[in-house]
């Protein structure tokens, strides 16, 4: 299964301008918990979660409108291409530890969001003798990545060590 099948088409996105209510209110309407951060070549340069705004708000007395995405924005972007296989784009969010990806054309321009619950939406349960292009298997491991905060060959080499 592609990225492409599953992947929300329509992403919203701001630029570094952009201060922080209009972010509030563009993820309320979008009912989403990230946004890509785009240059006028609709690049993508960063992202700014909703954690991002909430911890830069608490912390720094100033209004949202006085408060640029740039100011808060992650420049350290995870990113996966529309023909990768989703299995690729789950290992990437494993070990970056994110929940959803922008992802972005040959030339890093936006073309859609990857988020878990898309990927849980698709994926499918085991049956024996069938082939699954997405198994609950292969997204829950990612979730154990992502909420144990380690690899899954490490939980592997802890359990053997145990038994």
């Known amino acids: 299964m592609k990225v492409k ?8 996105s701001c630029t570094a301008e952009t201060n922080l209510g209009t972010v509030v209110e ?3 309407n979008r009912n989403c918990g990230i ?23 608490g912390t720094r007395n100033r209004l949202a409108g006085e408060i ?3 100011e808060v924005a992650s420049g350290n972007v995870f990113t996966c291409r529309p023909d990768d296989d989703v299995r690729d784009a789950l290992t990437t969010m494993a070990h970056a530890k994110v929940r959803r990806l922008p992802v972005v054309n040959a030339d890093g321009k936006l ?10 939406a698709h994926s499918e349960a085991k049956v024996p003798g ?10 829950v491991d990612t979730l154990k990545v992502l909420y144990r905060g380690e690899l ?12």
């Open 152 to 163: 899954p060959q490490l939980a592997q080499r802890k359990a053997a060590v145990a038994a």
């Open 35 to 57: 946004l890509p951060v785009v240059n006028a070549q609709q690049k993508v340069i960063g992202v700014v979660t909703d954690r991002d705004v909430c911890i830069a708000l």
């Open 26 to 28: 563009i993820l309320w």
């Open 111 to 120: 073309e859609g969001i990857l988020s878990m619950d898309d990927v849980v």
């Open 130 to 139: 069938k082939t699954t292009e997405l198994s609950d298997d292969d997204v």
């Open 5 to 12: 099948d599953v992947m929300m088409r329509t992403p919203a």
């Open 68 to 70: 640029t995405v740039g």
